[in-house]
């Protein structure tokens, strides 16, 4: 049986596992043919100059900064569960510790040469090519790569706007390679870091780059938002919370505490815009975390979800599995786990085999709302 978990590059083997680790048997890579074609392109044009400064950015599950840890890169993530599994991963092949990662941009330090997984946001992308564009080396060298599919002239369009040179390779293996090069003096481009909108209430919510639904209310939370548990005075848990705008309702519930949790830098980065304002006046608490890791047992009176369904292109159960296992085990005996989700998800079958009766809450031609008491 073909080993789905060993990559060999840059004359190395290493183990590679998706974090939280899957199953042996697992078809999910920890890496795709993009990952392995920017490590060949740098390994290519740059091995002679073993003190060349490195970063990079958006590396999935770490096999692109491991494969060139020779060269030190530092390693810029939104997410925390890539932060994690490059952790992991690095301990799995018996490497030292990673210690230069950042999760925010301005964090990302002055580099000879960036290696950019292109992500499927393209806001996001934008807001890196903007960032390394007003704050990158004159002579920096971006190379950026993608499954080839996912290079469009959407894609193209913005290295153009920042960049003078930019080159596309052609197709290697399904993937390809966007190298950029002189920095456009004056990029025309209306980006701006924070986008805001409002919801039906006037309540202006922010929402950076990285954002899911950074541009409109998402249907699913606005179908959790009407129909909420009653959260006065409990201490409410909004698991993969985004940009909050979830918890702006349930505080006007007065709840005595709301616990806001998101994996990604830039969603509670949004969260604490949305919620520390004179407009909002519940007590709130702000979690960069896998899942509920380390929260107490038995410390939520509610917990609301609307929980992701992929982990970048995958469509994935597993994580709103661990998070309603974690929820379980955080919740109050008594307390309630309220969710929303897509219909054909199957959700009310996983809730079912972890904490036994499920309620039905409501339902509408997408989603629906479920709930269980522990």
Known sequence: MQNNHLCNINNQSLTLWRFPKQEISSSLQAWDSADALLVERFITEFNLTESVRVVTLNDNFGMITLALNAYQPQFFNDSHISHLA???????????????????????????????????????LEAQLAYLHAHGPADLTLIAAAKATDINKSVVKLFNRYFKNVDVSLAHKKSRTI????????????????????????????????VFSRSQLDQGAAFLMANLPDCNGKNVIDLACGNGVISTAIAQQKPANIILVDESYMAIESAKKNLLNDTISAKSEFYLNDCLTGFADNSADIIV???????????????????????????????????????????????????????????????????TIK
């Open 179 to 210: 190298s950029a090069l002189n920095k456009q003096k004056s990029p025309y481009s209306s980006y701006q870091y924070w986008k805001n909108w409002q919801t039906s209430d006037n309540t202006a919510i922010y929402n950076a780059p990285n």
């Open 86 to 124: 490059l952790a992991a991963n690095a301990q799995t092949n018996n490497i030292a510790p990673i210690n230069n990662t950042v999760y925010a941009l301005q964090d990302i330090n002055e580099a000879d040469v960036y290696l950019l997984k292109i992500p499927k946001n393209l806001d996001f």
């Open 305 to 371: 979800c609307n929980p992701p369904f992929h982990q970048q292109k995958a469509i994935t159960t597993h994580i709103a599995m661990q998070m309603f296992s974690d929820a379980k085990r955080v919740l109050k005996n008594g307390g309630e786990l309220r969710i929303v989700g897509n219909a054909h998800l199957g959700y009310k079958n996983q809730l079912q085999s972890i904490f036994g009766d499920v309620n039905f809450i409501n339902q509408n031609d997408k989603f629906v709302i479920l709930s």
